[in-house]
C-alpha cells in the first residue's frame, strides 16, 4: 500500500528509567511470517480480560537514538512511564530519515550513527531507514516511512510481537503512514498530535488532505494540550475522538538543588540569570530573547541548544552588544538539565507555536518560574502566579517587560516546585490505558 501525500520530519525536546519498567519479551514467537500488506488476523475479545499486558506497536521518527539523545525524548518519557505500570509493554518502531548526499551537504544523521536496533530503558527500538529526498517530503516521506515501517513490523511479527493496538506520534509523516500499516496489521490506530503538524503543516499542500483524511480515519486522536484540541476539532476531528492527555515530568529527575548558592557558583551564575532551553531554530524565536537583553543590562541569557540559527544568533547578540551576556554551551543531555534549570532565575520560552513544551514544567519543577509568549499549551502550564507568567505579545519589550514584572517579585521557589507537582506522569498513563482499553473493547478483541 503506498500514499502519494507526505511531509517534512519534525524537529523537538536518556534520562533515568522508572522502577519497574518491564523489558519487552524478544524470544521467537510461533507467528508466521506474514507478506508485505498481510498481516494476519486477530481474533475478537479484550485484552486485560486475559490478564497481560495490552501490546502495542509505537511507531514515532520523533524518538531518541545515539546520535540524537535528546531528540522526542517526550515520546520517550511517555512511553517508559506507561510500560512501568505493568499493564502494556510495546516495541518501537522510530524510522530515521536519511539521505545520500546529507554527510557532503553537511546535515542530517550519518547513516552509521543510529543502530538498526537497540535497547533503551528496557524497550526493544527498531530505527529502520527511509529516504527523505530534499524538497520532496511532502510528497514522498510518508510512502518511504511505510515501507520502513512496515518491513520493521513484518520482523516483529516473525518473532512473535503481535500487537493489539498501534501507538503512533505526530500527524504527519508518521501518522499517516501508520494509519495504512493500521489497516494493514487489522489493528485500532491512536495517533497524538504535538504542536506544528496541527498549527502548521495542515495548511500546506498535499500534508493538508492526508491529515484531514487522518483525522477521519484514525480510531482515536490524542492531543497534549487542551488548546492543541481546539486544533484538531478546527480542522475536521470528531470531538469524540479526540483525548486530552498532556505531558508529565519526572518531578525525581527534576527537582531543586540542594544547595542553589553553591549550584550557581559553580555555574559562575552572577546576577540576574536567564535560561532558555530548546532547538535554535526560526520557531524557537531566540532571536526576541536576544534581543530583550538590551533592556535587561543586569541580565544574562543561557541558551541550550543546536542548531542553524546559531550563527544569526551569535551575530545578532554581537550587533546589538549583548555578546559578553549570552551564552550557548549547545544542547546539553537530559539528564543534567536540572543544574542549569535549578541555577537559572527564571526559564524563558519565546517560541511562536508548542503543543506542550515540557521545558516549562520541568524547570518549575526544579523550583524555577517560567515566562513564556502566548500559544497552544503554554497557559496550561503556567496557570498560576507560582509558576510564572505568559506573555501577553510576541516583541522582544514584551520579553523584557516580563522578566523584569517577574523578578521584581519572584515567587517563592518552594510554591513553583509545588506547582510542577500537579503534573506528574500518573494521571497520563491512567488515561492512555482506559483509551486503549475502551478500544479493543469496542473491537472485542483477544491478544493471541
Wanted: aromatic share 4%; proline share 10%.
Amino acid at each position: 500500500m503506498t500514499t502519494s501525500l507526505a511531509a517534512t520530519s519534525p524537529a523537538q525536546d536518556g534520562a533515568r528509567p522508572p522502577t519497574g519498567a518491564r523489558p519487552i519479551p524478544t524470544s521467537p514467537g510461533t507467528a508466521p511470517p506474514a507478506a508485505a500488506g498481510a498481516f494476519a488476523p486477530r481474533r475478537p475479545g479484550a485484552p486485560e480480560a486475559s490478564g497481560r499486558p495490552i501490546r502495542l506497536l509505537t511507531l514515532s521518527s520523533l524518538y531518541p537514538n545515539p546520535a540524537q539523545p535528546n531528540h522526542g525524548v517526550f515520546v520517550e518519557n511517555r512511553l517508559r512511564h506507561l510500560v512501568a505500570s505493568g499493564r502494556a509493554e510495546s516495541a518501537v518502531v522510530a524510522p530515521v530519515p536519511w539521505f545520500p548526499f546529507d554527510r557532503v551537504l553537511g546535515r542530517g544523521v550519518p547513516r552509521g550513527a543510529v543502530p538498526a536496533e537497540e535497547i533503551r530503558h528496557g524497550l526493544r527500538v527498531l530505527h529502520p531507514r527511509f529516504l527523505a529526498l530534499p524538497k520532496l517530503g511532502l510528497l514522498t516521506n510518508p510512502p518511504a516511512l511505510l515501507r520502513a515501517a512496515r518491513d520493521a513490523a513484518q520482523r516483529l511479527l516473525a518473532e512473535g510481537h503481535r500487537p493489539d493496538l498501534l501507538d503512533a506520534h505526530y500527524l504527519f509523516p508518521d501518522g499517516v503512514a501508520a494509519l495504512a500499516l493500521a489497516r494493514e496489521l487489522g489493528v485500532p490506530l491512536v495517533v497524538t498530535a504535538r504542536g506544528s503538524d496541527t498549527s502548521q503543516l495542515p495548511h500546506l499542500p498535499f500534508a493538508g488532505a492526508a491529515i484531514r483524511r487522518l483525522l477521519r480515519e484514525a480510531d482515536a486522536l490524542v492531543a497534549v494540550s487542551q488548546g492543541l484540541a481546539d486544533g484538531l476539532r478546527g480542522l475536521g476531528a470528531d470531538p469524540a475522538k479526540v483525548t486530552v492527555l498532556r505531558n508529565g515530568v519526572d518531578t525525581q529527575l527534576f527537582r531543586p538543588a540542594d544547595d542553589r548558592a553553591g549550584l550557581r557558583a559553580q555555574m559562575g551564575f552572577t546576577g540576574p540569570t536567564l535560561v532558555s532551553v530548546g532547538l535554535l531554530i526560526p520557531r524557537k524565536r531566540h532571536h526576541l530573547t536576544i534581543g530583550a537583553l538590551r533592556h535587561l543590562p543586569d541580565h544574562r541569557l543561557v541558551i541550550l541548544g543546536e542548531g542553524p540559527e546559531r550563527p544569526a544568533l551569535e551575530a545578532l547578540a554581537r550587533e546589538i552588544g549583548v555578546a559578553e551576556r549570552v551564552s550557548m554551551p549547545g544542547a546539553r543531555p537530559h539528564a543534567e538539565l536540572p543544574r542549569w534549570y535549578g541555577a537559572a532565575d527564571a526559564m524563558i520560552l519565546a517560541s511562536e507555536r508548542e503543543g506542550w513544551a515540557n521545558v516549562l514544567l520541568e524547570s518549575m519543577a526544579c523550583g524555577t518560574p517560567a515566562i513564556a509568549t502566548p500559544a497552544w499549551g503554554m497557559g496550561e502550564a503556567i496557570s498560576s502566579p507560582e509558576a510564572g507568567l505568559v506573555l501577553g505579545g510576541h516583541s522582544e519589550r514584551d520579553v523584557a517587560d516580563g522578566v523584569a514584572r517577574l523578578l521584581a517579585a519572584a515567587p517563592d521557589r518552594a510554591a513553583t516546585r509545588a506547582h510542577a507537582e500537579r503534573f506528574g506522569w500518573g494521571e497520563t498513563t491512567q488515561g492512555q490505558l482506559a483509551l486503549f482499553a475502551r478500544l479493543l473493547a469496542e473491537r472485542g478483541r483477544q491478544p493471541t
